[in-house]
């Protein structure tokens, strides 16, 4: 039986190249698209507010309401929004309000509703929260600039350190995306740790992308230092087996923890995990056709 | 790496372990054994060292979202002040309000100062307190600094044995208005480290009638309504420059310098931001991030074993391994660990299974090569492995000391889960390093045979 690739490897890459990146600007569309129909939910650690956690146990069950509320003689106007988590507790979304202010208007539940305690307060200024939203904006551009020299001076090309930069943009913005819907679903909010998370998968992207990266290094050190596409599709070959299995690994580990561990980080670890399946994909699918879509416009920008 | 050289690692490695295993093990663990209480303590380490005998017994440290507590974030209004008047207002501050601190008996808490956009702040984080409105009341007033004499109540047959009662001191009119500034310094002619005191013009006067009446008897300085010092009054002083000496060290000298100083120059502070946390809160939360994390590690272990096999073990006990030494330096710098920081280490150990992976993936190639001789082959493996190994892990590196800002750049985060996730990855990713290629080299150097070349 005659073989099917008798001049070279399956052009994986190379072939599909057009398919790949078509994809990829459709997922960024479609992020773009619901981060502008739902927006972002911002926490209050960048508006500034508080967030009042409280359970009660009240001799006859009431539901809170604002207008309850109002009656036994609370300042509504200073809350934004109320969510009941669970029979007992209550979550209060305000503006900021001080210890003092905060004590008064326990007392005053407290004269309705029998003792009250404390779950979680949090209070961040207006000032704060626009800080940190500043500083997290600068730690995501330096970690950006940092990454990009990095894979520049290891690989000696401009081409394949701006593919990789841009892959992870890619898995950043899908990551946004996906968040846009979550926040408008589950009321999720764009908080610290999802920033963290964004910057994670920054890195986690690059990683997964410079393995193969390395891989075409290897290659280019016995083919002279060119780079053709053949090139890039046998070192997409070499490497699929290897970058699953990893990312299985991490993977394994990520839905163990989003399954299980608490509410607190659960979110954080969807994060993460949408993340790592986008940077696994995208070193592959996203930063490749990128490359091969660049050495060819080269190619054609030289013949003129 | 050759056989000998291996072997010699290999008893540092034990070495690691062993100590490792020690120091990260739980220091009490109850449980019932057939069904009865039982608990087992770890012995803790005591040595002597240059002459001081020293406890070894270190524990985990959890933050504020795991064991409850409050961390408020206030900011100093410093905009009267000049230049140097502000570094010793701030610290005074920050001086008091540890002191307000340890009077409520919290042994972790922690204040510390920070200056972003010419905006003086202080970071106070008190661990463990469930009343956390009256431990953030009690931090917030201005401190109170006064002078009093000592005028015994005539009934003193009910003195205590020292022979002076806080309840003997009575107040006079000097107070921290009067005192321009306090300095700790060393005196060579004495050959000890000697507080100097300056009163302004009004308290010297003030001071000069006091002394006159107080010689040989103390006179107390108050802070918030508390004693600091109650040195005794040696001669009338009339120039307005007191000292204070009494055998202080370094440390206590600063300390009361700069708690006279806050009284001498009161700043009010402004909470910013505060965030308390209920201390159940924070334990189930652990307890269920805990069980997650054991099952994790335990399904990645066993995909390394279904994958590789044999070599999967020698990466199961590097992985142990890493686990382990991580505990250990977490116990031993000490770092606090915060909800993130436990997620980023157990992420970190998916992570240090890629190392684990790569070397294998290399290895499986190599024997495919048909090296024949272990050696060569693993160092073949183990040395292209690195290549890759090192630039993946830069990355990920030069994010993680982003965010984790250890040297505390202002115009990055200095926010506490943020930093606790990111210190654990950094950690993670050094140790990885060291766990993932030496330690698994001198595993497989020691005791892995390749099976024979029959691709």
Known sequence: MPKKNTNGPFPIISKYAGVYLFLSFLLIFLSCLSIYLFGLRLSIEFTGGTIWEFSANPPEKTTITRQKLQEIGVPTDVIVSM?????????????????????????????????????????????????????????????????????????????????????????????????????????????????????????????DTIVVYDRIRERQKKNGWSISSQLVDQAVLDTLVRSLRNSIAILIMLL????????????????????????????????????????????????? | MNYSAALRWYIVLLLAAIVGIFIALPNTVETTLAGRHVRFSKPAALFTLFGRTIVFNPTLQFGLDINGGARVTLVADTASLSESEKKRAIDGVREVIARRIDLYGIKEASVVTSTVDDQHRLHVSIPGVSNTDQALSMIGTTARLDFREYKPASNSASASPSGILVSDFVSTDLTGKDLRSAVADYD??????????????????????????????????????????????????????????????????????????????????????????????????????????????GLVLLFMILVYGVKGIFACLSLLLYAVLSIAVYKLIPITLTLPGIAGFLLSIGMAVDTNILVFERLREEEQKGYGNTLGLLSAAFGRAFDSIKDANVATLAVAFILANPLGWSFFHASGPVRGFAVTLMLGIVLNLFTGMIATRILMTLFYKPKENNA
């Open chain 1, 83 to 207: 969510q009941q988590l669970d029979e007992r507790t209550l979550r209060l979304r305000m503006h900021p309000i001080d210890t003092t202010q905060k004590q008064e208007i326990k007392a005053t539940l407290e004269q309705a509703f029998g003792t009250i305690t404390d779950q979680r307060f949090e209070t961040v200024g207006p000032s704060l929260g626009n800080e940190h939203f500043r500083k997290t904006l600068l730690s995501l551009g330096v970690g950006a600039v940092l990454i990009t020299l990095y894979l520049a001076s290891r690989f000696h090309s401009i081409m394949l350190a701006g593919s990789a930069l841009l892959a992870a943009i890619h898995d950043g913005l899908i990551l946004v995306g996906v968040w846009a819907v979550v926040g408008h679903l589950f009321s999720v909010e764009v908080d610290v740790l999802f920033l963290t998370a964004l910057l994670t998968i920054l890195s986690f992207s690059v990683h």
């Open chain 1, 256 to 304: 163990t923890l989003f399954l299980i561990a608490g509410e607190r980080i659960a979110w954080f670890m969807f994060a993460l995990l949408i993340g790592t399946i986008a940077g696994t994909y995208s070193s592959t699918f996203v930063a490749l056709p990128l490359v091969v879509a660049w050495m060819r416009i080269k190619q054609k920008r030289a013949k003129k």
């Open chain 2, 188 to 297: 060579d002619t004495i050959g000890q480290i000697i507080i100097y005191m300056e009163f302004n013009p009004e308290g010297t006067r003030k001071f000069a009638e006091i002394t006159q009446r107080s010689i040989g008897k103390p006179l107390a300085i108050f802070i918030d309504d508390y004693p600091l010092s109650a040195p005794i009054v040696e001669n009338a002083i009339v120039d307005g420059r007191a000292q204070i000496s009494g055998n202080f060290d370094a440390s206590q000298a600063k300390s009361l310098a700069a708690t006279l100083n806050a009284g001498a120059l009161p700043v009010s502070v402004q909470p910013v931001s505060q965030e308390t946390v209920h201390p159940e809160l924070g334990a189930n939360a652990v307890q269920s991030l805990f069980r997650a994390g054991v099952i994790g590690i």
